[in-house]
Every structure is written in C-alpha cells, then in structure tokens.
C-alpha cells in the first residue's frame, strides 16, 4: 500500500480546486481557511480538509450511503469507514506484550494521607507579615509537634483547619503543582522542612503516611489496552485508506509530495 500524502502548498497557476471533475469553489475555500487561522498556511490546510471530504462524498455516494446533493454528515462517515475500513481486533497476546513494554505506564497512583495549616494571601495581608507568622507556627511545631490539630484550628485559613488541617488521602496530581512537588518530592514523613509556597499562600504540612503506587495486573488493564490499541491500529486504517482515495482521484488545485503525510488533520 502507497504511503499516506502530504498536501502541499498549491501553485498560484492552480487556483481551481477539484476532485475527479468537482470543482471546489473559491468561497468554500475561504471560509474553510477562517476555521484554520492558526495553522502555518491556512489555504493549504483547507484545501486539503476540503479534497478528503470531497473524496469522502463522492465514495458514500457510489456506495449507495449518501444521495445526490446531501450533505456528508458524521454518521455517513462512520458508516463509510465502518464498511471500507474496517479495524482487526487486538489478540490477547498482542495486548500483553503492550503490557509487557509499558508496565510503568499501568501503576495504582503513589498516595499520601496529609495535613495542613493554610496562611493564606489577601490583599489586606502584607506577604511579610504572613510569612512571618507561618514561619513561627513551624518552628512552634517543630518542637512541639503535638500542637498540629490546635494550631490548624485556630490559624488556618483552609475550611480543615476545623478537622485538624487534615486532608485525607491525596493522590499524585490532584493538587495544585506547587504543593504536589512539595508532597510527592521527598520521602519524608512527619512536619515538612520549612514552609510550601503556593498561589494560595504559605503552608505548614504534616504528612502521616505514604502508600507507593504499584504496577497493576495484566487484568485489570487489559480492556483499557485493547481499546487503546484498537483506537492505533484505526487511525494507521484511516490513513491508508484515505491515502487509496486520493492516489486513485484527479485532484487538481493542490499538489501531492509522496511521503508520510496529513491527509487526517
């Protein structure tokens, strides 16, 4: 099988757009071109939008899904590819050696179980000031750790300070980056060194546990694999077969390089 196309630039000699015969008018082009403002070429990137749908119509068309003058809607181009495109199944074996080579992408999340004092920045808050008093917090809690529950109570800004500061279980990425750094960085168990700084302020943290993410079975993952592989081997189909609809049209107003290409984008 040919490999897929990439659409070039057209010529300024091939203004006319067409596909077996179709003529592609100027005015579709533009608008098209206003739906890809962000891309190096705008008009190249329509036009090439417009050839595969137009190789799209004209095969719904001869294949009985779409009659003459009908719109191509999503549901023809479904139908269409489930027909001419069809995707094999991923075997159990050829998931398990996906599984095999990215065992590090299929682990539980590393957890912590935490607590925390907030001080909190406010516009009638100087940073100093804050600060200041996050700073003597933790040295009080450094030498009397057993203060943690009372301190997060009366000082914290964060609605847990009325359970103690606690936090409960956090996994890796679920807070925000600069306090997932802070937690998730060091293995350290008990009153962090020094202050985490985040965009809501100054943070006294305790961490009270740690649970490290495990690699999970082979069962457990195996339908996220087999749809993650199915949904690879469709994309490859798709290309290849929209590859074959234009390897075998008469385009004109656009220019093909024989090489991986962009038909999909």
């Not at 001419?84 to 199944?89: L, Q, R």
């Not at 749809?227 to 385009?251: D, F, P, T, W």
Request: hydrophobic letters at 40%.
């Amino acid at each position: 099988m040919s490999a897929n196309r990439d659409i070039s630039p057209a010529p300024a000699t091939l203004d006319v757009l067409s596909v077996n015969g179709t003529v592609i008018e100027a005015a579709a082009i533009a608008a098209e071109s206003a739906l890809h403002a962000d891309e190096p070429d705008p008009d190249h990137a329509a036009r090439r939008a417009l050839v595969v749908r137009e190789l799209l119509t004209q095969r719904a068309l001869a294949a009985g899904l779409l009659t003459t003058g009908a719109d191509l809607d999503d549901e023809t181009i479904d139908r269409l590819l489930e027909r001419e495109c069809t995707t094999p199944v991923p075997s159990a074996e050829e998931c398990q050696r996906y599984y095999a080579a990215n065992t590090q992408k299929f682990r539980s999340p590393d957890l912590v179980f935490a607590r925390h004092i907030l001080f909190a920045l406010t516009e009638k808050a100087a940073m100093t000031r804050v600060r200041a008093r996050a700073e003597e917090a933790h040295r009080e809690l450094a030498q009397h750790p057993d203060r943690f529950d009372a301190l997060a109570r009366t000082l914290s800004n964060c609605p847990s300070g009325q359970v103690g500061g606690n936090l409960g279980q956090l996994a890796r990425g679920e807070s925000v980056p600069e306090f997932d750094a802070a937690v998730f960085g060091n293995p350290h168990i008990g009153l962090l060194p020094g202050l985490v700084n985040t965009r809501y302020g100054f943070h006294i943290v305790w961490v009270e546990r740690r649970i490290a993410g495990e690699t999970l079975p082979f069962e457990a993952v195996q339908a996220t694999i087999e749809r993650y592989l199915s949904g690879h081997v469709r994309h490859k189909s798709i290309q290849q077969y929209l590859n074959l609809l234009a390897s075998s049209a008469e385009l004109c107003g656009i220019a093909l390089d024989v090489r991986p290409g962009l038909l999909l984008q």
